[in-house]
């Protein structure tokens, strides 16, 4: 439960991949990752991006995308704080 954890333990987080954003510029929780998969869905596209310690992170980006995502390519993902959730 929430009242076992102790200061320095790790935990795991998790976010939904439609509340990630592709932003044009650094800030306030951003944090930039390399593209490794893009799948396009018609409405939307779906993209992971590789983040500093070798972690993955899905983000939904509604169509059209404001630029073209392609594999390699850095971008910088907007992760807003609300959206974690402890698992």
């Known amino acids: 439960g929430w009242g076992e954890m102790r200061p320095g333990e790790t935990v795991e987080l998790v976010i939904r991949p439609e509340r990630v954003r592709v932003v044009p510029q650094a800030g306030e929780n951003v ?14 596209t779906e993209l992971m991006a590789e983040i500093a310690g070798g972690q993955r992170v899905m983000a939904t980006v509604t169509e059209p ?3 073209r995502l392609t594999p390699g390519q850095i971008v910088k993902l907007y992760m807003p704080p609300d959206a974690f959730r402890l698992v």
Not at 31 to 43: D, M, N, P, S, T
């Open 31 to 44: 944090v930039e990752g390399r593209i490794v998969r893009v799948i396009y869905q018609g409405a939307q």
């Open 65 to 67: 995308a404001p630029e």
